[in-house]
């Protein structure tokens, strides 16, 4: 009688997407310095001060100490045995999908990324990154006719150079830490959004990034600037085929946020995470950031994080603007060996601003996943007011949880709430589902999408379900 | 109701159930047969509680040796879920919060996997919300109940309806009531009382246990059972109950003296 399957046996599903496109493939040689960095940027006809930023980055990045402090073990990192460029080859500039080859666009419909003309999702504009490069973007011109800007980095680089040269690095310093001042000097593709005073972006945003070769690194930048008054709503996808060796993951986000303007950004991280002995898997070291430059500006971040071996991420908020809100919403789901210290940080500076966060982390196998997060009040922040929410949910006995709330205030004016939770799906409450005739494979994803319901319900709702489905595919195994 | 030629449902055979190594039920035999109420009376500890989860399938609770028949089928075998599907109800004396998940959701996915069972078709959100407002009528309950989380923040009562309202839902064969007066004030119990026999058909059987009459003097019982140290020690009608409740369970404990000394 009863179960045959525990809860810690279905957490494992085969990952889908870690097949490899062949297609013939155009890298620089392995190793980092200041020639690779002039080779990166001649590559790409970029402008000088782009030349000076990235060898500015480097240099800087040649003096600093990978970060040790996260909850996170792995093996020291070669950063001489990584290539810092890969393309697939094809001819020149595309004027047009029809030229881009079908094999790259076979990749995106595999993925459920369709971005051909005629598969293509209605109402969500794409930008397609394969390895270093952008290989397409939908919907440009539905998107000019109202002003918005929706490229690939370098296009942008070449197009908007003024913007670039204002904003870039003017949320996450180019002397941030170690993986951002990495990032600054050899990022190679990635998107941009520039939405104009005024205008609510009518269609949804959406990046999805695609790792294809085993001994590349990727590092995309994203620049999300939205003008007075202004609205968009973002997302994006990752994933990765499954390789052996371990791949390197260093991206940086920044998003700037004038008055009365809002940014939702949204990410469903499915990174290929390795086997179930740890071997193999993307290490994920990201840096994002908002600023909340404007008054009674918005900033919401919600993320999902399935994959990666490896996470490193505090996507953050800082609070400029008098009566800015920032919010952080979070669901990171861990199996097997793969390790995630992930968080926030929401610095309060101006006047009566708010922030919430709400994080839920699931931890199956024997992974381990922390929560990490700064809620920092200044001294000008008067009437500011966080609200925290840190919820562990264990599967398993072998899984460990842990949270590392940080809270610092300088204004007595001010209030900070933070609460936070630990459970276990249990025996009784699986046996109550299943006594009313639910699988048990099927009561226990029930029971951790409710347990997520809180961060799904931010999420745009396009991809609410999606996100639904990937963490049932992740708990979904071998019962029957 | 008792008829003579009425199919049997349920048949226990000498069965042995234990708890972490801790035997429980000691041979237990029962039969029930369609259209009949049997309740199962009894102290704190013998063995009632348990035998309903065994029914079941509780995983924490290991049957050593015995057997329980449904419609011929080993009920044994079955995973708890699929017990349920073959129309096999447990209604719960302490019902589980499940936080997060949406009642109506709960109620939705569990009713179709009993019509599925029984080849009926699959209800979708707007079909099911039609059926479960005419149950909703059978408990009494708000509409409101549905948007919350499964039991979660539910008073004694508001968990005992919403059991019914599944059996309603659900239409088991056999339906076990766990200790569904307990925690009930009696204007909450008449209600529930009702929604039992208003489910009971003459296809299908009721399992009640309970420690006090009160809930029999609103759902007659065709038999009385009273257990005691793992065993249905002795079998009656309607009227055991009543002699339990002036004289309570001492003579219990003298029959099993004088059973453990004849033995």
Known sequence: MANQTSVAEIVSEPYKYGFVTDIETEKIAKGLSEEVIHLISAKKQEPKFLLDFRLKSYRQWLKMKEPNWAELKYPPIDYQDIIYYAAPKQNEKKSSLSEVDPKLLETFDKLGIPISEQKRLSNVAVDAVFDSVSIATTYKEKLAEHGVAFCSISEAIVEYPELIEKYLGSVVPFSDNFFAALNSAVFSDGSFVYIPKGVDCPMELSSYFRINSGDIGQFERTLIIAEEGSSVSYLEGCTAPMFDTNTLHAAVVELIALNDSSIKYSTVQNWYSGNEKGIGGIYNFVTKRGHCRGKRSKISWSQVETGSAITWKYPSCILQGDQSIGEFYSVALTNNKQKADTGTKMIHIGENTRSTIVSKGISAGQSSNSYRGLVQIGPKASGAKNYSQCDSMLIGDQAEANTYPYIRSQQPESSIEHEASTCRISEDQLFYLQSRGIGFEEAVSMMVSGFCRDVFNQLPMEFAAEADKLLALKLEGSVG | ?263
Do not use: C
């Open chain 2, 1 to 263: 109701m008792i008829r003579e030629n009425s199919e049997l449902l349920i048949e226990i055979t000498d069965l042995h159930a234990s708890v972490e190594d801790q035997p429980i039920l000691n041979g237990v035999n029962l039969k029930i047969k369609a259209g009949e109420i049997h309740a199962i009376m009894g102290r704190n500890g013998s063995g009632k509680s348990t035998l309903s989860k065994v029914i079941a399938g509780h995983p924490a609770y290991k049957v050593t040796s015995g057997s329980i028949s449904f419609q011929g089928i080993n009920l044994l075998e079955l995973e708890p879920e699929d017990r349920a599907r073959q129309g096999i109800f447990l209604g719960f004396q302490y019902p589980i919060e499940i936080p997060g998940v949406s009642n109506l959701e709960f109620l939705r996915v569990a009713t179709n996997s009993r019509r599925k069972q029984l080849s009926h078709e699959e209800l979708d959100t707007f079909e099911f919300e039609d059926v479960v407002r005419e149950k909703l009528k059978i408990v009494q309950m708000d509409e409101a109940f549905l948007n919350r989380s499964v039991n979660e923040g539910f008073s004694g009562g508001e968990k005992k309806r919403n059991e019914i309202l599944q059996m309603a839902l659900l239409e088991p064969m056999v339906s076990i009531l766990d200790e569904t007066d307990s925690g009930l004030d009696i204007d909450a119990l008449q209600i529930v009382a009702a929604g039992v026999n208003k489910l009971a058909k003459a296809e299908t059987a009721t399992l009640l246990i309970t420690h006090y009459q009160r809930l029999l003097n609103e759902i007659t019982p065709d038999f009385v059972h009273v257990m005691a140290a793992g065993k249905i020690l002795k079998t009656g009608n309607k009227d055991l109950a009543l002699e339990l409740e002036t004289s309570g369970y001492e003579w219990v404990d003298q029959e099993i003296k004088n059973e453990a000394g004849n033995s």
